[in-house]
Each structure stands twice: as structure tokens, then as C-alpha cells.
């Protein structure tokens, strides 16, 4: 029952470093989802990927570029690190043909840029 | 500026009290949902309302979905040390359903032995 996996679980970067924040589900979900979470601000959605082929911008995009490898991955990409990048991340998806279904979250993935 | 607003932002009470959180904002929603997080863990959802004046209970919490579809809020009777946790509305803007999924900034509740 592994549902959706994010690799890595911890990361550390230099400011101006690039990493690629990885996901994977193995529920046949269509919509896939990147936020970040930093205290006191909820979840906050960076990108989303409605179905396999498309990718939206969501509420706080900068910095960051998304890709929909196949209907099982989307990865998040960081081109130049920055100090008000280091946030926990997490990774979701859901069947989001019908309203309201329920999203399931990865373990999150805690960026430290230094 | 959230499009989902959440209040109290923290909320600490005694054993067996009853509590409130809200969860509002200016816009229709398709659907509704709240989802509970635990430290070093993702957000699992506990209950979705999709209808206008709806009403769902799950044991001690009662859910309920504003007429308009603009507002929710869920309230919990006789809290106990195990409801302890961040509480997180989220929703999918509009009328339809785009895909789109968006959190409040989220309810942190501490309920005290």
C-alpha cells in the first residue's frame, strides 16, 4: 500500500543550487498537487496538474516548474534555491473527476536552504 | 491573502470542552472538505460536503457546509486529548470542479488533560 511516495525526505541545499523534488502514486489518480507548508499558513498550492498532460500554476508558483512525467509522477523543480524556499513540501493526488473526493498526501519532503 | 480563511488560528482549551473552528471566504465552492494533520505527517481528510446547508457527523464532530457554499465550520463536543492536531479546510473554487484543490491557512488545536 505504498499510495504516494515522495523522495527525498530531507534536503539541504546552498543558496542558488538546483534539486528536483520527485513524486509517485500508484492509485490511477488523474490530478496531482505540489504545497508547501510553512508555519502558520496551511498548505499552500504551488502547482497542479489537473490530468496527465497539463500543469496549472497555482497559488505561490514562483521559483518553482512542474512536470507531468506520466499519469504516475510529477516532479517539482527548484532552478535556483533561495532562503525563502525552505518550507516542508508535500505531494498529493486524487480522482478529481467527481466533486469533493479525497486528496491523499505523501510523508512530505523538509527543505532547508541555506 | 488567503482565499479560504480559517479561524481561531490557535486554539488550546480543557478536556471536555466544545469548540468551533470556522473556515469562510467570499467565494462559491463546488465541495468542501476538512482534513486533520498530525506532526511529521500528511493531511487526512476527515469529512468532504458537497451541498448547501449540509450537516455530516463523525462521532464528536459535526461538520456543516453554509447555505451559500461559502463558508463551513466544524465543531467538536467533549474534546479529548487525541483531538489535538491541525485542523485544515480546503476546497475547489467555482461551481464546477477544475481540479484545482486550495487549503486555509489551518487550525492548530490543542486540547489539554
Known amino acids: 500500500n505504498a499510495g504516494v511516495t515522495q523522495t527525498p525526505k530531507f534536503q539541504v541545499l546552498k543558496t542558488g543550487q538546483s534539486m528536483t523534488l520527485q513524486c509517485a502514486q500508484d492509485?490511477?489518480?488523474?490530478?496531482m498537487y505540489w504545497y508547501r507548508q510553512d508555519p502558520g499558513m496551511g498548505l499552500r498550492l504551488i502547482y497542479y496538474?489537473?490530468?496527465?498532460?497539463?500543469?496549472d500554476k497555482g497559488e505561490v508558483p514562483n521559483g518553482y516548474n512542474v512536470s507531468r512525467l506520466n499519469k504516475r509522477e510529477f516532479s517539482l523543480r527548484l532552478e535556483s534555491a533561495a532562503p525563502s524556499q525552505t518550507s516542508v513540501y508535500f505531494c498529493?493526488?486524487?480522482?478529481?473527476?467527481?466533486?469533493?473526493?479525497?486528496?491523499?498526501f505523501g510523508q512530505g519532503t523538509r527543505l532547508t536552504v541555506v | 491573502t488567503q482565499l479560504l480563511e480559517q479561524s481561531p488560528q490557535f486554539l488550546s482549551i480543557q478536556e471536555g470542552e466544545n469548540l468551533t473552528v470556522y473556515c469562510n471566504s467570499s467565494?462559491?465552492?463546488?465541495?468542501l472538505q476538512w482534513y486533520r494533520q498530525e506532526p511529521g505527517e500528511g493531511p487526512v481528510l476527515l469529512v468532504t460536503?458537497?451541498?448547501?446547508?449540509e450537516v455530516k457527523k463523525l462521532k464528536r464532530l459535526t461538520f456543516q457546509f453554509g447555505d451559500a457554499r461559502k463558508d463551513s465550520s466544524l465543531h467538536i463536543t467533549a474534546a479529548q486529548p487525541g483531538d489535538t492536531g491541525l485542523y485544515l479546510c480546503?476546497?475547489?473554487?467555482?461551481?464546477?470542479?477544475?481540479?484545482?484543490?486550495?487549503f486555509g491557512q489551518g487550525t492548530t488545536l490543542q486540547v489539554k488533560p
Open positions: 496538474s489537473a490530468s496527465e498532460g497539463t500543469t
Open positions: 498529493a493526488s486524487r480522482f478529481a473527476r467527481e466533486r469533493g473526493t479525497e486528496a491523499f
Open positions: 467565494s462559491v465552492f463546488s465541495s
Open positions: 460536503v458537497v451541498t448547501g446547508g
Open positions: 480546503a476546497a475547489t473554487p467555482g461551481s464546477g470542479n477544475t481540479g484545482k484543490l486550495i
Open positions: 492509485m490511477n489518480h488523474n490530478s
